[in-house]
């Protein structure tokens, strides 16, 4: 592990200096990745500076995320700079999870990384990484009150969403008083709880049941795997999308279902993509490492929640991730 320690005072210098800040965050984004993208995209925005701000193809956002104020700062990665001056990344714990968007990062003249992952790998010239950091969002809120620009309704919204995602609405183990905290400031400014987890959690077309209906349908159980404290796994086809076309991003809830299994300590779903690519949504409860052993299959994440590509078949994911878990 390369993680330095957050390296605010460079970090300030850096934005309050700049006449534009180029912004990226991972890939297939989630609440907790464009969440605090946008949110600093605003501040910078609101006290007048340019900002661009996007991610890689597919450039789509995602359903459940199309309530974020400051969406309209997005632009197509097609447009971002070749060697960016300034440039930030969010939630990305290695320059390949920018996806189109690690040439920029790799040719910027400064790179502010702000991530929470343990694994990160140092990838910028400017670390505000904290692994001890509930969200890459509770950072952002950091790094925008060290700019000192106050946090309005709008940026606030971006912060909490990526918060109540990462800690699971409050409820897994980096929820700490700080974080509550954090949402309490988030929620003084205006933002309506119940509103955001209608929009998070709480809607998708009725399509989606008969997606849920078939997946949880497939899931399998091997209480044998991870030595003894067993594996529950499903898939996700491009074939259960396609009736209503329904994007990836629409079975991201699965896991939620999947991982309430008993008997099992970890849960996987795979995603078969547009390009008929797994991707692996995984997930342990006390005590095993998956992100050690999605790092082994060429993906990475948090201890408790990780992920891979495979491109192939999805019995031979299931095998090698099992190989891995065995060993970690
Ligand atoms: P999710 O299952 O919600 O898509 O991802 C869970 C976590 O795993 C994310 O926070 C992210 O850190 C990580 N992750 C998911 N897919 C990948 C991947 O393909 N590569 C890497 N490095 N991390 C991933
Ligand atoms: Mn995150």
Partial sequence: MTTTNPDWMRAVGILDGADRVCLACHLRPDADALGSMVAVAQALRGRGQQVVASFAEPFVVPAILTFLPGLDLLSAPGSFPDRPEVMMSFDASDVDRLGDLAGPAAAAAE???????????????????????????????ELIDRLGIPLTRDIAIGLYAGLVTDTGSFRFAATTPQVHELAARLLATGIEPAAVSRELYDRAPFSYLGLLAAAVG????????????????????????????????????????????????????????????????????????????????????????????HTGRADEAIRALKRALDGA
């Fill in 218 to 309: 497939r899931a399998e159980l091997d209480r044998g795997a991870v030595n003894g404290l067993g594996l529950v796994w499903t898939t996700v086809t491009r074939a259960d999308r396609e009736p209503a076309r329904l994007p990836l991003d629409a079975a991201e809830a699965v896991i939620d279902e999947i991982r309430r299994t008993d008997e099992a300590e970890v849960a996987v779903v795979l995603k078969e993509d547009d390009a008929g690519v797994w991707q692996a949504s995984i997930r342990s409860k006390e005590y095993v490492d998956v992100a050690k052993a999605a790092a082994e299959l060429g993906g990475g994440g948090h201890a408790r929640a990780a992920g891979f590509s």
């Fill in 111 to 141: 790179l502010i990384v702000v991530d929470h992952h343990a694994s990160n790998t140092g990838f910028g010239s400017v670390s505000l990484v904290d692994p001890a950091a509930a969200a890459t969002a509770a950072l952002a809120a």
